[in-house]
């Protein structure tokens, strides 16, 4: 490979892990400062309980329809509009005198980051369409980092500045995951001048919106995800995966704390819990992506989910710590589904479609973790009922693990039925 084409493939490299270090940011960074941002703008319980419905709620409207414009624009000009309006909502928000706009700008800042989570399976084929498994890994863990960070970082700067200062400045981080992007627009190498395949580097695949099959002359198949078993397989896992995840961040403190527990110690557990992701994002799709099917992975964390929720169901105060860490180990099928997204397509269309079907449903799915476990344990005054309720999105999440998991691509749901068959 050439100098200029290793030097445009770090490029890219780094807008697609930039852009993934932003895409949890204003999600994560509001928690901290609920006491704070109250005493400027009145924060009823509803009002959090609504807010912390947001993002799931966003995610999942704003995924679901960014594969409409994705057959209509190139990636590159959707990923900076995507966040561009991620930026603008962080920056608006803190700007409003009142709470509903302040809602309503973080509606517009997740939106962003919803159209962005959808945008980076289908980048990462584009680019690196031999090195899917690796820049998986390394923008899953990006976001990972950019989960953590904010959510450690908001009290002290907000006590160092205020509260404002604090969220809008992870719009900074995504001002600058904007510049290879914007570099990569302006680039003669980006025009259709370098659409040639034949000589276009298997690294670094730069070419026109065109879509090309795995067949050069054979169409793309006209594509309903609403009928296809491989986008709801998928959409399964990833739904349940992302509701039980956000259950776990929603109650594992109230559950910890009702056996015993200092807030501290519950407060290092649910840290424990998260911080497991990291190792996670980073191994997984390295591994998943040598095998053909995936599945029995898939399996080994579902054990470790059940195992941790029955430690936490039964004995939350003895070894806590061995049912939080198996608990945590749960949700590595989160990486695993982005890679699927890719790994179960041919093209980057299809890679795109299921990327926004399955995120955008997934998403919508989730919201229901926090609001019914929450619900259940408030209309039976115990953990037993809630915890049924997970085991059985676990049941959800194996189903769709074993559709996904085969070694069958999105396009052959719709394939033409050969005449005479």
């Known amino acids: 490979m050439s100098v200029k084409k290793q030097h445009r493939a770090w490029l890219f490299a780094a807008a697609i892990i930039l852009t993934a270090l932003t895409l949890r940011a204003a999600v994560t960074v509001v928690p901290p400062l609920i006491s704070t941002i109250n005493e400027d703008l009145p924060l009823s319980a509803s009002t959090i309980g609504i807010l912390g419905m947001l993002p799931t709620a966003a995610f999942g409207l704003f995924g679901f329809l960014t594969p409409y414009v994705i057959r209509r624009a190139p990636l590159e000009k959707l990923i900076v509009l995507a966040i561009f309006v991620g ?64 959510a450690q970082l908001s009290v002290p700067v907000a006590d160092a500045t205020s509260w ?29 001048a370098s659409a040639n395949p034949s000589k276009t580097p298997h690294a670094v695949v730069v070419q026109t919106p065109v879509i090309h099959s795995a067949v050069a002359t054979a169409p793309v198949p006209k594509m309903n995800l609403w009928r296809s078993p491989t986008a709801w397989g998928l959409t399964f896992m990833f739904g349940c995966t992302s509701l039980n995840t ?66 936490l169901l039964l004995s939350p105060a003895e ?36 990327s926004g079907f399955s995120q955008g449903m997934g998403y919508a799915l989730a919201c229901t973790g926090p609001l019914f476990f929450g619900l259940l344990h408030q209309w039976t005054g115990s953990w037993t009922v809630p915890f049924m309720f997970l085991f059985g999105s676990l049941v959800l ?15 052959d749901d719709f394939a033409p039925v050969p005449v005479g068959a």
Not at 115 to 122: K, R
Not at 269 to 283: D, H, Y
Not at 399 to 405: F, H
Request: charged letters at 5%.
């Open 246 to 311: 956000y259950a776990m961040f929603a109650w594992l403190p109230e559950i910890l704390t009702g056996a015993g527990l200092d807030r501290g110690q519950a407060g290092s557990m649910l840290a424990l819990f998260a911080a497991l992701g990291l190792p996670l994002s980073l191994g997984i799709p390295i591994i998943a992506a040598k095998m053909r099917n995936p599945f029995p992975a898939v399996v080994v964390m579902l054990a470790c989910f059940v195992v941790g929720y029955m430690g």
């Open 397 to 411: 999440l194996g189903v769709g693990a074993w559709i996904i998991c085969r070694p069958k691509m999105l396009e």
């Open 164 to 192: 404002q200062f604090s969220l809008a400045s992870w719009a900074g981080i995504s001002t600058i995951a904007l510049i290879p992007w914007l570099v990569a627009l302006i680039s003669p190498s980006t025009t259709p």
């Open 87 to 150: 930026i603008v909502g962080q920056i608006a928000r803190v700007l409003v005198p009142n709470t509903p706009l302040f809602l309503l700008f973080s509606v517009v800042a997740f939106g962003g980051l919803g159209a962005g989570n959808v945008l980076l399976p289908p980048l990462v084929k584009k680019y690196f369409p031999t090195r899917i498994g690796l820049m998986t890994a390394l923008y899953v863990t990006s976001i990972s980092v950019g989960t953590a960070l904010p």
């Open 319 to 354: 070894g806590t710590w061995i049912w939080v860490a198996l608990a945590g180990l749960g949700p590595g099928t989160f990486p695993l589904s982005l890679l699927l997204i890719n790994h179960r397509t041919r093209t980057q269309l299809g890679a795109g479609v299921l």
